[in-house]
């Protein structure tokens, strides 16, 4: 197992600058960098991605017409684009490996202060968005598989089916509408994870003002996740139920609860397991971008998609690898945990 876990530690290594490389070769070729939107913010035209893309010789992009030759060199040294892409890249990587981020271009702090500071927003939505779909999927796909075929199975499938066609936003915009002053109800609050006199509030009043503004936008997130993961509780579940040794377990007599939690559950729960990294991964990241800004929620997904768009290339790459790290031990853990629900399975007999 210890042979097992170190070869994947050393195989994050190569992934992670395969990954840097990847996405700062197409950096290179999109337009209107940090250098040129300096530029044309001096000139008092905005901040659109216009002119030579980011590798290119902003002096000769029809932005920086009119200005001092001395300026633009200038601003291109600030930026780091007085080097070459080849160096800027080799000193990303050499930075990259003694956990340097860097500062932002545009927001006066280093990415690691800025990742810390949005950090609660985007872990309160994905740890307890996470949590809530496994508490009710798992439970929900094993009644569905014990009752299979029954009415309870056909209007719950329908019912879940229905949440998971419902796209997230418009999810959230409905509950607003209902739930948050649209009508005639005002019940929650649409905009930040606390109220503004947080601090004033007792103990048991900042951890009841903390959920009260959590619970609209952790359910738009889980109402769709539900479907996924239910459905593949309950057919591995079923899958397991054609097992011969659970034939052999009920003609020994076994009560059904028995079968079900002393040998089914075991087996059929390595399926639902294999899913957890994808699924916390794809909450935690993924689904939360526009639930935050629909919300006014300031996260970790609202902070990467405007460093993209303004071209704050540290926060952009920085947070790439702080994410892309985070993924790749969280599908370690995820293989890890199966040994933990079948201790047959020996990591240490594969050649990975």
């Not at 879940?160 to 002053?181: S, T």
């Not at 009260?212 to 579940?237: D, E, M, R």
Request: aromatic share 12%; glycine share 10%; hydrophobic share 50%.
């Amino acid at each position: 197992m210890f042979a097992y876990i170190v070869r994947r530690l050393l195989l994050i290594i190569p992934t992670l600058v395969i990954i840097l490389l990847v996405n700062f070769v197409i950096v290179q070729a999109a337009p209107g960098g940090p250098v040129e939107q300096a530029i044309a913010h001096l000139q008092g035209i905005g901040g659109g991605g216009v002119g030579a893309g980011a590798g290119e010789s902003v002096g000769a992009s029809r932005a920086s017409r009119g200005l001092d030759p001395k300026l633009i060199k200038d601003i291109e040294k600030q930026y780091g684009f007085d080097k070459s892409a080849p160096e800027r890249l080799w000193l990303m990587l050499r930075n990259y490996a003694q956990l340097d981020f860097g500062n932002s271009f545009f927001r006066g702090k280093t990415v690691i202060e800025l990742i810390l500071e949005k950090m609660p927003v985007t872990l309160s939505l994905g740890l307890w968005a996470t949590l809530i779909t496994y508490l009710v999927s798992i439970p929900l796909g094993i009644r569905k598989a014990v009752r299979h075929g029954s009415s309870f199975d056909v209007w719950s499938s329908t019912a879940i089916v229905i949440g998971y066609a419902m796209p997230a936003f418009l999810f959230a915009m409905f509950l607003i509408v209902v739930f948050a002053g649209g009508t005639s109800l005002n019940w929650f609050p649409v905009r930040g994870l606390v109220s503004d006199n947080f601090d004033e509030l007792s103990t048991v009043g900042k951890v009841a003002d903390y959920f009260w503004h959590l619970v609209l936008p952790v359910t738009a997130l889980v109402i769709g996740g539900f479907a996924t993961l239910t459905i593949l509780t309950k057919n591995s579940f079923l899958n397991e139920f054609t097992r011969q040794y659970v034939v052999t377990a009920r003609a020994k007599g076994l009560s059904e609860r028995r079968v079900l939690y002393g040998h089914v559950f075991r087996n059929a729960m390595l399926l639902v397991i294999s899913g957890i990294p994808q699924a916390f991964i794809s909450v935690f990241f993924a689904g939360s971008l526009l639930i935050e800004v629909i919300f006014s929620l300031d996260g970790l997904g609202r902070m990467s998609y405007e460093a993209a768009v303004s071209r704050d290339y540290p926060v952009v790459f920085g947070s790439l690898f702080i994410f892309t790290l985070f993924g790749l031990l969280i599908k370690l853990i995820g293989d890890l945990c199966y040994t933990l629900v079948d201790p047959r399975i020996d990591f240490a007999a594969r050649n990975a």
